[in-house]
């Protein structure tokens, strides 16, 4: 089974500009989350997506939104980008909600660099 | 898991020995947690997870253990390898608030000695 892809691998782009992320998950799973990792924060939490609903959300500006279509692919968009996003972007799908018992399979993620 | 500050622990072991690495979590209503491992320029690559009605679980050369008492997890590799080298996190399932339920703590840097 092929696992979480995440297209691109690397991104750069300058400050105001605005980026799109693109998430396949594993086949069959229809829960897709997304995590920003710094070297500072660690894993935070953005949003997760269940059969296309956004079911909760972290404490990010609006700025960052996501939407998952009915093949459970999703998609993440930053508009106006600023340097502070500069991370590692992380897509996690499941089989279930984060609330139950399954564990999350992540991709290789996106490096995304704003210069 | 819990905020271990900006520099991450490092644990440095000798190859063919065992290794442990610890996890605190902070709410004592969490019943569920995972351990990953990250290694350079991948994402995180679920190792194994326990449930809060157990206290061991093993897997394939690793074994975790819960002490919900003091709130403490924790992952032992045994006969550690190079290809173990990466960081290591742990995650607790914690209802509410706005971490999507999944609470990541920052990690610890396993190296492994040839």
């Known amino acids: 089974k092929a696992g979480v892809t995440q297209t691109p691998r690397y991104l750069i782009k300058t400050r ?100 | 898991g819990e905020s271990v500050g900006l520099h991450l622990p490092t644990l440095s072991v000798q190859e063919g020995d065992n290794s442990i690495i610890n996890c605190a979590y902070s709410n004592s209503a969490s019943d569920y947690f995972i ?13 194994i997870d326990i449930r809060s009605n157990m206290d061991k679980r093993q897997g394939q050369r690793v074994t975790v253990l819960l002490n919900k008492t003091v709130k403490h997890l924790s992952l032992q590799i045994a006969a550690t390898q190079p290809g173990d080298s990466a960081v290591y996190f742990c995650a607790d399932r914690n209802y509410g608030g706005s971490q999507g339920n999944l609470i990541f703590g920052k990690g610890t840097k396993l190296s492994v000695k040839p």
């Open chain 1, 16 to 115: 105001g500009q605005q980026v799109t992320l693109s998430c396949s998950p594993i086949s069959g799973h229809r829960s897709v989350s997304w995590y920003q990792q710094t070297p500072g924060q660690g894993l935070q939490f953005l949003f997760e997506y269940f059969s296309e609903t956004q079911r909760n959300k972290g404490n990010f500006p609006g700025r960052f939104s996501g939407r998952q279509f009915s093949n459970s692919r999703s998609e993440m968009n930053v508009s106006t980008l600023e340097l502070g996003d500069s991370a590692l972007y992380l897509c996690a799908s499941s089989s279930t909600p984060i609330t139950y018992n399954s564990p999350l399979h992540f991709g290789n993620g996106t490096r995304l660099t704003v210069t």
């Open chain 2, 35 to 47: 351990w990953y491992k990250q290694e350079s320029g991948k994402g995180p690559q679920f190792i």
